[in-house]
């Protein structure tokens, strides 16, 4: 395995290279490194998409720095928002999504990418076939799209309150993630949508909390109204995409 990456290494040319030797870096994006201080440009697209898809360094030992390459490789595809990787993204998402980092960076990087990764999160979204925790990660790179280009808002908000009209058919963990979703960007709209989920109780309350929590992020109340439930929402948005992920885990274990 590390000899594989070692030898791979010769392969790329500075100042891609350069990410081989990183190593691990903040999960947080707030504090990500400006991969564009390293000269990194629109003229290396190519080559971080051979890096963030290159197999040998996906599976080199954790301990070793050019296993972290492909993460470096991911943000900086985003930060460049390389069109031409959406596609390659998309395709290693599908490919690698049980990789807990292909599954919380990728949709993010996808999302800061914009327009063209929506075609494919809408059709994962969609396709009831999918395993629900690759519709999550679709339903989050359309909530990240929406944030990144407010011009393509009204587009994500659609799509994913299309998905949770479908709420008494589909997994509690998915209506609670769409909701989440549609909460962040204040789809005041789809409130009796999600009201009516949560009253026949098929919203998992651990993503989000309950109905009462939904409506202080809608901004419809402003205080709760009753005690809260046991189980309360997780406090980040990534926490809450991990937790999903988690969850359906538990539900697809259930199911074999």
Same mark, same amino acid.
């Given at each position: 395995?590390?000899?594989?990456?070692?030898?791979?290494?010769?392969?790329?040319?500075?100042?891609? *290279?350069?990410?081989?030797?990183?190593?691990?870096?903040?999960?947080? #994006?707030?504090?990500?490194?400006?991969?564009?201080?390293?000269?990194?440009?629109?003229?290396?697209?190519?080559?971080?998409?051979?890096?963030?898809?290159?197999?040998?360094?996906?599976?080199?030992?954790? =301990?070793? *720095?050019?296993?972290?390459?492909?993460?470096?490789?991911?943000?900086?595809?985003? !930060?460049?928002?390389?069109?031409?990787?959406?596609?390659?993204?998309?395709?290693? $998402?599908?490919?690698?999504?049980?990789?807990?980092?292909?599954?919380?960076?990728?949709?993010?990087?996808?999302?800061?990418?914009? %327009?063209?990764? +929506?075609?494919?999160?809408?059709?994962?979204?969609?396709?009831?076939?999918?395993?629900? #925790?690759?519709?999550?990660?679709?339903?989050?790179?359309?909530?990240?799209?929406?944030?990144?280009?407010?011009?393509?808002?009204?587009?994500?908000?659609?799509?994913?309150? !299309?998905?949770?009209?479908?709420? %008494?058919?589909?997994?509690?963990?998915?209506?609670?993630?769409?909701?989440?979703?549609?909460?962040?960007?204040?789809?005041?709209?789809?409130?009796? $949508?999600?009201?009516?989920?949560?009253?026949?109780? *098929?919203?998992?309350?651990?993503? !989000?909390?309950?109905?009462?929590?939904?409506?202080?992020?809608?901004?419809? +109340?402003?205080?709760?109204?009753?005690?809260?439930?046991?189980?309360?929402?997780?406090?980040?948005?990534?926490?809450?995409?991990? =937790?999903?992920?988690?969850?359906?885990?538990?539900?697809?274990? =259930?199911?074999?």
């Amino acid at each position: 395995m590390i000899p594989a990456a070692t030898s791979l290494n010769a392969s790329y040319h500075p100042p891609v *290279a350069r990410l081989l030797t990183l190593g691990p870096e903040p999960a947080l #994006r707030r504090v990500w490194p400006d991969y564009r201080h390293l000269g990194l440009s629109g003229r290396d697209v190519p080559e971080l998409v051979r890096m963030a898809t290159d197999a040998a360094l996906l599976d080199a030992a954790e =301990k070793e *720095a050019a296993s972290w390459a492909p993460l470096h490789a991911w943000r900086a595809l985003g !930060q460049l928002e390389a069109q031409a990787a959406a596609a390659p993204l998309l395709a290693l $998402l599908e490919r690698e999504w049980e990789d807990p980092a292909v599954f919380d960076e990728v949709p993010l990087v996808l999302g800061m990418i914009g %327009p063209p990764s +929506l075609p494919g999160a809408t059709l994962w979204l969609f396709d009831e076939e999918r395993d629900v #925790r690759l519709r999550v990660a679709a339903g989050r790179i359309l909530a990240e799209v929406a944030h990144e280009y407010p011009e393509r808002r009204d587009e994500a908000a659609a799509v994913l309150t !299309q998905q949770l009209q479908d709420w %008494p058919h589909q997994d509690p963990v998915l209506n609670a993630v769409l909701i989440a979703y549609l909460a962040e960007l204040q789809e005041v709209a789809a409130a009796p $949508l999600m009201e009516a989920a949560f009253a026949a109780g *098929a919203v998992d309350l651990s993503v !989000q909390g309950d109905w009462e929590d939904v409506q202080i992020d809608l901004g419809l +109340l402003e205080e709760r109204l009753t005690d809260p439930a046991p189980t309360r929402r997780a406090p980040t948005k990534a926490k809450a995409h991990r =937790k999903a992920e988690k969850q359906a885990r538990k539900r697809n274990r =259930k199911k074999k």
